[in-house]
């Protein structure tokens, strides 16, 4: 592998016509993850400084985003990861890691969820610190992981000449 963080022979493959847009799509969808993220961070703000939305609609835009992003990182998994090792295999460790992540991810999202659907009407001081501790380890490591993510796989993604599937796309990004 040369110096940069794709793999010498992605350089030298002439991407598909709808294969090359996988590379774009994963940072498209990264953008879009990004900002319902913060979107939820601010939601839980204003609730937990006791304005912003009612408990129920927090959980329920919480939900969307757990389920969009887990969407996402099982695409990834059961698609996207596979076909990179075969065609790509020095990129192993990076797969591996990223799955890794991909986990940590679940189980943060799953602390989070069942927390809002416990959360009172009125959270008080401990509570709200449990909400925030486990939204801020969400944001530390997505931000992370969609980083280290687009600067090793967009390049390998965009050159990938394998089929993934026929109703593939790892784009699930509303009116984009």
């Known amino acids: 592998m040369g110096t940069s963080a794709v793999p010498d022979n992605a350089r030298d493959n002439a991407p598909g016509d709808r294969l ?3 590379g774009n799509q994963l940072v498209d969808v990264h ?19 006791g304005s ?12 969307a985003f757990c389920s969009a992003l887990t969407r996402h ?6 698609n996207v990861f596979p076909a990179l090792a075969r ?10 890691q990223l799955a890794q992540d991909h986990h940590m991810v679940t189980a943060i999202l799953g602390r989070l969820q069942a927390l809002l659907d416990g959360i009172s009407p009125v959270p008080d001081d401990a509570e709200a610190r449990r909400v925030r501790g486990e939204l ?4 530390a490591l997505v931000e992370s992981h969609f980083t280290y993510e687009e600067k090793k796989l967009v390049a390998a993604l965009n050159a990938l ?14 009116g984009r």
Request: glycine share 2%.
């Open 136 to 139: 801020d380890g969400l944001v």
């Open 31 to 49: 953008i879009w993850l990004r900002e319902e993220l913060a979107r939820l961070q601010d939601d839980v703000d204003d609730y937990l400084a």
């Open 87 to 96: 065609q790509f295999p020095e990129l192993a460790p990076v797969l591996e």
């Open 161 to 174: 000449n394998t089929p993934l599937s026929d109703d593939f796309t790892l784009r699930e990004v509303p």
């Open 73 to 78: 990182h099982t695409a990834e998994d059961d």
């Open 20 to 22: 090359a847009a996988f």
């Open 52 to 63: 912003g939305e009612r408990p129920r609609e927090l959980r329920a835009h919480c939900l």
